[in-house]
């Protein structure tokens, strides 16, 4: 976790330069380098074609101090851990129809334990429209361009699993996150015993990446 006090500046974007040739060693491109605030730190953030990866940026050296001092960690996500991408905004009660715009929201799935996922958010502040807008389209280019990721799927619930809870845990906690990732959803509540065999022989699959 960040710690340290809130910063107010944050700065301009900053497009990473052409891929030299001769630096073909180099174990990955960046993309994008900006300065976004994480969780009350001023980072300088670099966008790379595999992983997000941002390091707290130091105070300036003091008199006497040495270059040690100015390193910080580095941290990384894999940007196959994003499943979502949204630009974050502030509504006003007082202004229907007016928000401030404050940075983009990912919204990031980890494998937490074995055939359990774990869904959580990462906000990178920044109030520049242009700044973020140029990120907000490269993070969306990039997740489009996993291809393996489903774009729709046909849910069978039977009502009688996980203590015949299954169909309000679906709606309650599964289907917002599947709307968050754009997968569109066919859901149908089975009635009895053998139903989704049916449904299976009955149903037009062609349409769908899965079913559930």
Same mark, same amino acid.
């Given at each position: 976790?960040?710690?340290?006090r809130?910063r107010?500046?944050?700065g301009?974007?900053?497009?990473?330069?052409?891929e030299?040739?001769k630096?073909?060693? %180099?174990p990955?491109?960046v *993309?994008l380098?900006? !300065?976004f %605030?994480i969780r009350r730190e001023s980072c300088d953030?670099a966008?790379?074609?595999?992983?997000? $990866?941002? $390091?707290? @940026?130091?105070?300036?050296?003091p008199?006497?101090?040495?270059?040690h001092?100015?390193?910080?960690? /580095?941290e990384s996500?894999?940007?196959e851990?994003i499943?979502?991408? #949204?630009?974050?905004r502030?509504?006003?009660?007082? &202004?229907?129809g007016?928000?401030?715009l404050?940075? !983009?929201?990912l919204?990031i799935?980890?494998?937490?334990?074995r055939?359990k996922l774990?869904d959580s958010t990462?906000?990178?502040i920044?109030?520049?429209?242009d700044h973020?807008? @140029?990120?907000?389209?490269q993070?969306? #280019?990039?997740l489009?361009?996993?291809?393996?990721?489903?774009k729709a799927? #046909? !849910? *069978?619930?039977?009502?009688?699993s996980h203590r015949?809870?299954s169909? &309000?845990?679906?709606?309650?906690k +599964? /289907?917002?996150l599947?709307? *968050?990732?754009?997968? /569109?959803?066919? +859901?149908?509540i089975?009635?009895? =015993?053998g &139903?989704a065999?049916?449904? *299976?022989?009955?149903? =037009?699959?062609?349409g769908?990446?899965g079913?559930?």
């Amino acid at each position: 976790m960040f710690r340290g006090r809130r910063r107010s500046r944050v700065g301009a974007l900053e497009e990473a330069p052409p891929e030299n040739p001769k630096a073909a060693a %180099e174990p990955e491109r960046v *993309l994008l380098r900006g !300065i976004f %605030e994480i969780r009350r730190e001023s980072c300088d953030v670099a966008l790379g074609e595999r992983a997000l $990866r941002w $390091r707290r @940026i130091q105070p300036e050296l003091p008199a006497g101090g040495t270059r040690h001092d100015l390193l910080s960690k /580095e941290e990384s996500l894999e940007l196959e851990d994003i499943f979502s991408v #949204k630009l974050k905004r502030r509504c006003w009660a007082k &202004h229907p129809g007016r928000d401030t715009l404050l940075g !983009i929201t990912l919204f990031i799935c980890l494998k937490e334990q074995r055939n359990k996922l774990k869904d959580s958010t990462l906000d990178l502040i920044n109030f520049s429209e242009d700044h973020c807008d @140029i990120w907000f389209r490269q993070f969306k #280019k990039i997740l489009d361009g996993f291809t393996s990721r489903p774009k729709a799927l #046909k !849910i *069978l619930l039977n009502p009688q699993s996980h203590r015949k809870e299954s169909v &309000h845990v679906y709606y309650e906690k +599964v /289907e917002p996150l599947l709307k *968050l990732a754009g997968i /569109e959803t066919d +859901v149908t509540i089975t009635e009895y =015993e053998g &139903h989704a065999l049916s449904l *299976l022989d009955e149903c =037009e699959l062609r349409g769908f990446d899965g079913i559930y």
